[in-house]
């Protein structure tokens, strides 16, 4: 038998998160269908994260297992996306599997795993554009990046995330999680979504702009999330970036572990699952 | 009575093209229907180009007709788009109304039009992105963007484009249309799109690639334009840009005036209405 182990992006906009369910689109069966066309005979696979709906992928991973022979390892990526691609715009489809490897025997894509780096994706700019809706969270002030950071070192290391966790996920038996590192960067290239062609150049109606549009980066890198983690950190990060919160404000809701002393969820369609680490 | 034009955005990866249509989600029917709520009466909204399912628009235009007293000119954009953003991602429709003026008296969006700027939006990369697909047509090998500027010059000026249309659209008396500029430009930065966090800092996987990913941007500018007029050029200025035909081709196509003698019509996802001249 061989342990193989997917390598995924997907945008999350088109499915209904990654968990299989009964009469939704999800990523996870979606792939697993194509898997079980592949192969010939009904095929599961064991994925790292189950991120929500509207949650995007750029190294998600999965494991299962297969018998020696058939299709070698390394045509897997190929014959898969050909399959995913199927019907869908332009024969891309809105899940690609980047690499196939060989793992050792008892791998597991999620306890195997030693830690994962999410991504989370802001437009920060005064227009809001429809063309950023689906890929970033849009934020129409303009963000403190500095008191954002400052906000952010206060999270690292290890502590009791009880205030950063929404009620839905699997129960918890405890709430104390590491947080490797925070990361935020700006970057102003990649905020130059389909605009005009002659903006800039000619005058155009819509030049009151306040700042300048940019897009900033969150990073954050840890050894385990509770659920919704990620965003409600980057929610109470914006809250400290827009001067609605102090940047010690996170402190205490560390201390406290009241949801109420955390920030707002961030929305879904700004979050990627960046990398898992093994 | 008011004579008012309204300046339109839309992602249109969500509907099924501009005009309006029962039992389909179209631009148009979701703009008339925003503003029959607003205004209370049943309005219709006469546009500029009718756009094919998928295409998008950065300056669709449409005209209609109000009587005095009622909304000021000036509060419609605001007033519409909470309407259209209503139950939508965050707050942020995919179709947004980005100006409201006032015109003078017979003033109409599409016969007062003197022409149009469309922008063909390519991302020229190695590897296709999840993230690009409802965006950009993507093409994969590498394209020689000399080679297309040469044959892009010889479709400038007055010509019978009957090649360059596909059966379908409203018939034409004349197939002879003017193309007053075709720019081709090519935008490294753009191309930035959703990438792993740390991509160009540590080693990847994907790092065979033969070329470096840039997005390119094609803006037509003509009086005039036949059904996917626009997209027959770009895909037949595709085809010379990967060597599969000469630029001297296009002359060809134009005087023997039959549609196997220009290129494949490009995908709708990478067409953006980017401005009407008036």
Same sequence: chains 1, 2.
């Avoid at 792939?31 to 998600?60: F, N, P, W």
């Avoid at 409600?232 to 827009?242: A, R």
């Avoid at 919160?245 to 969820?265: F, I, N, Q, Y």
Wanted: aromatic share 8%; hydrophobic share 40%.
């Amino acid at each position: 038998m061989r342990t193989i182990l997917l390598k995924i992006a997907y945008d999350g906009s088109g499915f209904s998160g990654w968990q299989r369910q009964p009469n939704a689109r999800t990523v996870c069966g979606t792939v697993e269908d194509a898997l079980s066309e592949l192969i010939g005979r009904e095929m599961r696979i064991d994925g790292t994260s189950r991120t929500d709906a509207g949650v995007h992928a750029l190294g998600q991973c999965a494991s299962f297992r297969l018998e020696d022979g058939g299709i070698p390892t390394g045509r897997i990526p190929a014959a898969l996306n050909a399959l995913l691609a199927r019907d869908r715009l332009e024969g891309i489809g809105d899940v690609r599997i980047l690499s196939a490897d060989e793992m050792p025997e008892g791998f597991h894509a999620r306890y195997s795993s030693r830690g994962k780096r999410y991504v989370y994706r802001i437009f920060n700019s005064p227009d809001k554009s429809v063309f950023r809706r689906r890929l970033f969270y849009q934020v129409g002030e303009e963000l403190d990046l500095e008191a954002m950071r400052s906000a952010a070192a206060l999270l690292v290391g290890e502590h009791d995330f009880g205030a950063f966790m929404s009620s839905g996920g699997t129960p918890q038996e405890s709430t104390v999680r590491e947080i490797y590192s925070i990361r935020i960067e700006e970057d102003r290239a990649f905020a130059e979504a389909p605009a005009p062609f002659d903006a800039g150049r000619t005058a155009h109606g819509e030049e009151t702009e306040s700042f300048a549009p940019r897009s900033v980066a969150i990073a954050v890198e840890g050894g385990g999330f509770l659920y919704n983690m990620v965003r409600i950190i980057v929610g109470t990060l914006v809250e400290v970036g827009l001067g609605k919160r102090d940047p010690e404000s996170v402190s205490l809701a560390l201390s406290s572990r009241l949801r109420k002393d955390a920030g707002h969820t961030a929305p879904p369609q700004g979050l990627y699952l960046d990398e898992v680490f093994y």
